[in-house]
């Protein structure tokens, strides 16, 4: 993933999950972890983090 398409994919994100985006990218900046494979690896989880969330979406439990 280039840093211009995360750049776009992370615009389109809610802004809680662009705080958890922008966590794990600094994270890793600061690490020297920063790659094409480190920017896929973020889109993924936040993107599975979407998708857990959504599931319980109606969960009355929290």
Do not use: C
């Amino acid at each position: 993933m280039t840093p211009a398409e995360f750049r776009a994919w992370f615009a389109t994100l809610p802004p809680n999950y662009q705080s958890a985006a922008r966590t794990m990218y600094d994270n890793a900046r600061k690490s020297g972890t920063h790659t094409a494979s480190s920017l896929a690896l973020i889109k993924n989880l936040v993107e599975d983090s979407i998708n857990f969330d959504g599931e319980f979406l109606y969960d009355n439990h929290q």
